[in-house]
């Protein structure tokens, strides 16, 4: 199969929102999270026969800094009859699933926590779509598979379906996804087998079969291999970029509801199929960019007793580059007495006085003079019910007209407004009120 050698750079245009972090980051334990026993937290479970996990380094495709991913590089087609099993343990995380992707990092499938059922005598902490149950901790023991099949009518529990292929030498990708870890990730033992569970003799654990070769794409590298049959597909439009900047007079900078590749929700590159996205363009250097919205519930001791998402958080990013700069996850959040939040990103003179906490606010830095800003709010898990979804927001609908105050909201303000309201004593609300009436 012959393929087109495309730069990194020019896939960052084309995959505007492709919304996949390579970046590791150490996250400290939090209380709103059950805690594992140390004996089942603290080693990787590989075995001599398992397959490599990657944690890929580097900061591009829009990082999310409370994650962690590791990548598993897997055939696309095996002999009938063997399948991938693997053996794991509930994370102690916020968060996690595994995802499937092909060649060209399309979505293939998912299996989020919540839907993975545990082994015999072992328990899940995952009560449901956004509930974590307290009472049950980490390191239970799961198993789930890989069928080199399309999936079924009825779909076999644990199970993700690479789709038939004649092509052995295509690579499939499968990436464990894990939101704010407590302590290290034990990364689950992988093998073939034979529907009776025993050992596959023809699809033995090695390097070729497993590995990442020098002929794989590697999302971090200078250069991307894409199929020929997959450029055209993939280079459709996403959302455009000046339909995210800010409104000729206005101060309002809109937030757009992402959605993929060809205008599906879920269909972009890498894209985490659990998730509902908003994003924004920051395109002023000189005035600071203030952003409120009506903050979801999430899994937390003394909280909701349905939450309203599993996640939430609001990051800023250099568009173009595709690197993070910050971001600010639910659990740092400062909500105030209406259940709103927040937060203030910088201009290039910095950080304003009154940008913080103790005001109400949560602060993320400007972009810089390299770059424009992109700020991307994320929901993972949204609980069917929910209001507030991005994920309900249908193509020809305005976000606001469906999920009313849970929008996310923008505007610019001068820095000596900003100061001089916070330090007049306004609340977040009435400072937001006055720059957005500013001219």
Known sequence: MSTFRV??????????ASLLSLTTVKISAQDELPRATPEASIQPRNGSNACSWIEPDGNTAYPETHARYFRLTIPRARPDGVRLRISGDYLAVRYFSFQLYGPAFNAVDVLADHEIRPDPGSQSPFADITRIDPAVRPGGRYTVFVEFTDPPAQRAPNTLYAGRSLLPAVRNYLFLRAYLSVGSVPLPAIRYERHDGSPSADAP???VACGDGPDLPL???ADVLLPESAVSSLLLPT?????IRSGGGSRDVPFEVYRGLGGGLGTGVVY??????????IDNRDDLVLVRFRAPSYPAFGGAALPDVRYWSLCQNRQALQTVLACVADREATIDGDGFFHAVIGSIHGRPLGADARNGFAFLPNAGLIDNGFLIYRQILSRPDFAGAITRVPADRAPIDVLGDYTPQGTTCPPALFVARTLAGDSPAQVFAACRAAR
Request: aromatic residues 10%; without cysteine.
């Open 219 to 221: 999302l971090g590298s």
């Open 272 to 281: 985490n199929q659990n998730a509902g996205f908003m994003s924004a363009r």
């Open 205 to 207: 654990i090695d390097v």
């Open 7 to 16: 730069s990194r750079f020019s896939l960052a245009t084309a995959f505007v």
């Open 239 to 243: 959302v455009p970029i000046d339909a």
